[in-house]
């Protein structure tokens, strides 16, 4: 679902198709409700999973992937810090999740045009959380609990209720990316 | 001069404790490198960064969450005094005894793990423990909490000496180029020049460990620095790459004699959260 309020876009999953149509490359987001974690380890295997024919954990359609692992949880919080990990690593895997129906990706760094090229077939946006801002964004998170893969530690899938967690559209389905328009923009002649 | 003993366990205890702290605690010069950037900088959504990380900073130093999650490949120099004789635990274990004990109790991320099976070892060791005999009866201690996102955007390369300083500038700026987003900028840059192909690295590494702004006292490295150090800010990656003039809070360059034949050069990029900290026991 995506709305706009006091000129704010806030966004939660479900995603639509339509909702992804409206997010552009350059618009800060807010993400509320339940998102999953996945970085290197987890989606290894979940690939595995699905190639096998077997069923994802959770449920992909329309769902919000974070890539992060958190630093462990100190008693009386939610969560320890957890900022986004790079995303190229996981490029190998996100086309045939983007395939099964997931919609919005958070991370930091560039894609693949691999990953690019299923985003906007099958309409998904790839967004950016601050990179090294782990505590702040400890903030966001209400609530943390393993789903899946308990043993890869920080790597196991979680399932994570946020609020206003801040993030900007890097590629959206039309496909502009944020990073080469950065680039374009401010880049002195030497 | 007479010998000094050191029990080792002062050094696991010294760990310990600087894994927890420096894992809360930018540097100053770090924090101050961010806080000058703005002024350099003018994206709103460059700006819009460092505000963020300026707060993020803040937010860690109460002590609840870390920096970053990324807590770090768990990196020691240790410069040994060649009068000291060390009691107790061997050195290399007494060093992974603080290491585990400060990450555990620190509730700080375990990151390392087997190459290829990708099993976590579970207490962030082993640790990368560099080690230098140096005059005199005291050891200093240096820890370094090493990103993986930054890490991996670092390289090593043998250039021609025909290349020259321009080889060695077009490598560098380069390196910041292609890294991009990739390693969380604003980034500090390590460059290492001359030495052998391990050398190399290890000064770009160790060039690290340096304040951010304060020029080199070589002038010749100084002027390296500087000029480095504009040319990667004119790339226009910016903070978080979103664009924008600040893409490295500082060039920070370590040289020495290389061979004839050689031309070795370090590029050791390492993103704003520049967790490090030494003492002298
Ligand atoms: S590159 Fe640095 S700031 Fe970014 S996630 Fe890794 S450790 Fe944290």
Redesign the pocket.
């Known amino acids: 679902m995506l709305k706009q309020e006091d000129g704010k876009w806030l966004l939660s999953a479900p995603v639509a198709d339509e909702d992804v149509m409206q997010l552009k490359a350059g618009e800060r987001v807010f993400i509320s409700g339940k998102i999953y974690t996945g970085r290197d380890a987890a989606h290894k295997r979940l690939i595995e999973a699905l190639n096998r024919g077997e069923a994802s954990p959770f449920d992909l359609q329309g769902q919000i992937i974070y890539y992060v692992g958190p630093s462990p949880t100190k008693p009386g919080q939610a969560i320890g810090a957890c ?4 995303s190229y690593r996981m490029d190998a895997y996100a086309p045939l999740l983007i395939e099964k129906g997931l919609k919005v990706m958070i991370g ?1 760094g560039m894609r693949a045009q691999t990953v690019k090229d299923a985003m906007t077939k099958h309409k998904a946006a790839y967004l950016a959380a601050t ?2 801002a ?1 505590a702040l964004l400890a903030k966001a998170v209400k609530e943390a609990r393993v789903i899946a893969y308990d043993d890869l530690g920080p790597e196991a899938i979680r399932e994570l209720v946020v609020e206003n967690l801040p993030a900007i559209v890097i590629n959206d389905v039309f496909g502009a990316d944020l990073y080469e328009m950065g680039v374009k923009a401010y880049r002195l002649a030497v | 001069m007479a010998i000094r003993e050191i029990d080792t366990s002062l050094l696991r205890d010294a760990i310990a404790s600087m894994a927890v702290e420096i894992n809360h605690t930018l540097p100053a010069d770090v924090e101050r490198a961010l806080i000058d950037a703005k002024s350099r900088e003018v994206s709103p959504q460059g700006l819009q960064v460092l505000d963020e990380l300026i707060e993020n900073a803040g937010i860690a130093k109460e002590g609840v969450f870390p ?4 807590t ?1 490949f768990a990196v020691v120099f240790l410069e040994v005094g060649q009068d000291v004789h060390f009691l107790g635990a061997n050195l290399k274990e007494a060093i992974e005894e603080g290491i585990r004990k400060g990450y555990k109790e620190g509730y700080l991320r375990k990151s390392i793990c087997h190459p290829f099976t990708r099993k976590n070892t579970s207490d962030n060791t082993p640790a990368v423990i560099h080690t230098e005999i140096v005059p005199g009866d005291r050891v200093k201690l240096t820890l370094v909490a ?5 890490e991996n955007m670092s390289r090593v390369t043998m250039l021609a000496p025909s290349d020259g300083w321009e080889g060695v500038k077009r490598f560098v700026v380069k390196r910041a180029e292609e890294a991009g987003s990739n ?2 900028p604003p980034i500090i840059v390590g460059v290492g020049i001359g030495g052998t192909f391990e050398k190399a690295a290890l000064l770009a590494k160790k060039a690290l460990l340096r304040n951010v702004g304060e020029p080199s006292a070589d002038p010749e490295v100084a002027r390296m620095e500087q000029e480095l150090f504009e040319a990667i800010n004119a790339l226009g990656v910016g903070p978080q790459g979103l664009g924008g003039r600040v893409t490295a809070l500082g060039v920070l360059v370590e040289m020495m004699p290389c061979h004839i034949a050689s031309l070795p050069v370090a590029v050791n990029i390492q ?3 520049a967790r490090h900290k030494s003492v002298v026991i």
């Open positions: 900022g986004p990990t790079t930091k990179g090294g782990g | 920096l970053c999650q990324d770090g090493k990103g993986g996102g930054s390693p969380c993103c704003h959260s």
